[in-house]
């Protein structure tokens, strides 16, 4: 691993650590406010392992080194993120609510352990939880997204392309599976609502019970109450209300073992409660003959006190001590049962609510994290081929044919693949095709040329010797004829002298012959020459160079003749303007990477410039900016083809910055030393 991967996963960690650090200091400071949510915190250190593979991890770096940087990210967020805790818990921020809290609680249930002293026990354990878990992320995420040849994403790609069934099919069978994930995670949920519901139910029916045994108990102690009234002072009314008691508390057994007890709570669970109340029916029932007993024995006392039959009475308020004993400890299983059942029901209640949203929390990541890979593997299983088909039109529009699609597709998108292969090698057949014929035409051109060239070349010679011989003859009226004569001549052999060039560097027989020579004296030679054309229309020529720019290797004619083309074209295009040669020396970088002098040469023009889309085809073989431009100014359109093949060939090119209405600037750079540089024919345009 280098240290540019080390530095740079290092400062994922600190960032994400930071990020925690400071979402601490926050929640510290405002408690009160945000001490239900703080556990948030740590969402800014969970992709950690994720971040450090596309920050730190070239493209390509594999799947243990995604695990190395996971690693040193980890640790770095892991420490910042356990100091920012301890300080925290120090300063009392985090202290009640912490992680040891946390691991307390269902559904963890871990410790509590005193192995740091006062450092709570988590704290120092994230350092390397923290590592194994970013680790472990970085390893996944780069082989399920990152490596899509070798990675899970990959395979499972592949696996859905080569299904012979349509692309909508797979898209349909893919929403599908998200719908059927959304669906059981609600349905997750709505399973843990209603269990919740049903307890909450059991909770009342206990409750319910438990009222009622607490009236059957008061109303117990008030009829032992009255009795022992009635054995100090006889009352008439007190007969009265111990027989009212007495219906109450039957009353409150007898609500008790009929179902249901209360129907409003039977809406919802009724299967539930129903279970429960079978289940408490046998401690009512071993309540209703202890109070029997208990109501016998004390309606009688209380008769025998009302009758003054003190000793009759007495007799049965002691056989009523161990009815009332047997009672009370009926009354006290059933307390028992109901206050334990109660605790216990919400003890469990509590465990299950955190165990179910635990393990709510968990099926919803991990949905989310298959509804992530399903979308990224039909993603890749429909973009790829598109993006295969994209880059081989790429390539056809280059010219290259070599390239084919490879997907492994039997849908729509490989037929779509195979269909762009047939016409690539149907394109590369007739490219072939017309190569051969542009190669063909090119030789025909070159052989005619030069068969045209002997016939034009007597004609101008024999105009040359009539012209003399008529001037020697004084028929001085004959002579503008046979000039006119010539001029064609030389005009249409000047043509196929251009032609023949641009068919031998399609054809790839144009030769480069290197010679050195000194560039200066070549400059005052070509301006020498065009200087004429140039004041024809009134313009000004301006050379501006350095005294000595040096010697150049370089094919001598050629050089020469891309000057003349430029300088030719600046003075046809340019009336009463100015036209500027500047020529200077520089060192810059060569195509293969190594240091070497170039020439620059740039021809600038005040004419009738250009506007982009004849900039455009500028370049191309017997084309000109327009029709009229033709029409108006005359040429072939060929001098800027062979000028810029010629700096080609040479290792250098011909490049054209142009305004309409203001002029142009052409520029050609050659080395210095051609035979130094990579040069090649190459065609023209």
């Not at 004619?557 to 020396?585: D, H, M, P, W």
Request: a neutral charge.
């Amino acid at each position: 691993m280098s240290r540019a991967m080390v530095r740079r996963a290092a400062g994922v960690g600190l960032a994400t650590g930071l990020g925690l650090a400071v979402s601490v200091l926050v929640i510290t400071l405002s408690w009160q406010a945000l001490a239900v949510i703080w556990p948030v915190v740590f969402v800014l250190v969970i992709p950690t392992g994720a971040l450090a593979v596309n920050l730190a991890l070239p493209r390509r770096g594999g799947a243990v080194a995604a695990a190395e940087v996971g690693l040193i990210a980890g640790g770095v967020a892991a420490v910042i993120s356990a100091l920012a805790l301890y300080a925290s818990y120090q300063y009392g921020g985090i202290g009640a609510y912490g992680l040891a809290g946390i691991m307390l609680s269902p559904p963890f249930r871990i410790g509590p352990y005193n192995w740091f002293g006062p450092v709570p026990w988590p704290l120092p354990l994230l350092v390397p939880l923290g590592m194994a878990l970013s680790a472990l992320q970085a390893w996944l995420y780069y082989e399920l997204f990152v490596d899509p040849d070798a990675g899970l994403r990959g395979a499972l790609a592949d696996w859905i392309a080569r299904r012979p069934a349509a692309l909508q099919s797979k898209l349909l069978v893919g929403f599908l599976l998200l719908v059927a994930g959304i669906f059981l995670v609600g349905w997750v949920g709505f399973a843990a609502m209603e269990d919740m519901h049903a307890r909450l139910h059991v909770l009342a029916l206990k409750a319910e019970w438990w009222g009622h045994l607490r009236t059957i108990q008061a109303t117990v102690q008030a009829e032992r109450a009255l009795l022992d009234e009635l054995a100090v002072r006889p009352a008439p009314e007190a007969q009265g209300r111990l027989q009212q008691l007495d219906a109450q508390a039957r009353g409150e057994i007898d609500h008790l073992l009929n179902y249901p007890p209360h129907t409003a709570i039977f809406v919802m669970s009724p299967a539930v409660v129903r279970r429960e109340a079978v289940a408490l029916r046998p401690l009512v029932e071993a309540i209703a003959t202890p109070y029997a007993t208990f109501s016998t024995q004390l309606q009688e006392a209380a008769s025998a006190y009302g009758g003054g039959d003190r000793a009759r009475a007495a007799a049965s308020a002691a056989a009523l001590v161990p009815a009332q004993r047997d009672l009370d400890g009926a009354l006290g299983q059933l307390g028992n049962e109901l206050g334990g059942g109660l605790f216990r029901d919400l003890v469990q209640m509590d465990s299950r609510h955190h165990g179910t949203l635990f393990y709510f929390i968990l099926l919803v990541l991990l949905f989310t994290a298959l509804a992530i890979l399903l979308g990224a593997v039909l993603a890749r299983a429909i973009v790829r081929p598109v993006w295969a088909v994209s880059y081989q039109l790429g390539h056809l529009g280059k010219g290259d044919f070599s390239k084919r699609v490879v997907v492994a597709n039997a849908d729509e998108l490989g037929r779509l693949a195979a269909e762009v292969n047939r016409v690539t090698e149907e394109l590369h057949r007739l490219y072939h095709e017309i190569e051969v014929a542009n190669r063909n035409k090119s030789a025909f051109l070159a052989s005619m040329s030069h068969e045209l060239r002997t016939p034009l070349s007597a004609i101008i010679g024999y105009s040359e010797m009539l012209q003399e011989e008529v001037e020697d003859l004084g028929q001085q009226a004959l002579v503008p004829d046979l000039q006119k004569i010539k001029a064609a001549s030389e005009h249409l052999l000047a043509l196929i002298n251009d032609v023949l060039d641009l068919s031998k560097i399609e054809a790839g027989k144009m030769d480069l012959y290197f010679e050195t020579f000194a560039v200066t004296p070549l400059l005052r030679d070509v301006t020498a020459v065009v200087r004429p054309l140039v004041e024809k229309n009134g313009n000004v020529l301006e050379v501006r160079c350095a005294e000595d720019l040096g010697m150049m290797h370089a094919d001598l004619t050629k050089v020469r003749q891309a000057l003349f083309n430029l300088l030719s074209n600046a003075a046809k295009f340019t009336e009463r303007g100015t036209i500027t040669l500047q020529a200077a020396r520089e060192l810059a970088a060569t195509r293969d990477g190594a240091g070497g002098d170039w020439l620059c040469f740039v021809v600038r023009d005040t004419g009738i410039g250009m506007t982009p889309e004849q900039v455009d085809r500028l370049f191309q073989a017997f084309h000109q900016a327009t029709a009229s431009t033709t029409r108006q100014y005359g040429g072939t359109g060929l001098g800027l083809a062979i000028s810029r093949s010629y700096c080609q060939m040479m290792g250098g090119d011909v490049t054209v910055e142009s305004e309409h209405g203001r002029g142009s600037t052409f520029t050609i750079r050659l080395p210095a030393d051609v035979a130094a540089a990579e040069a090649r024919p190459v065609a023209a345009g």
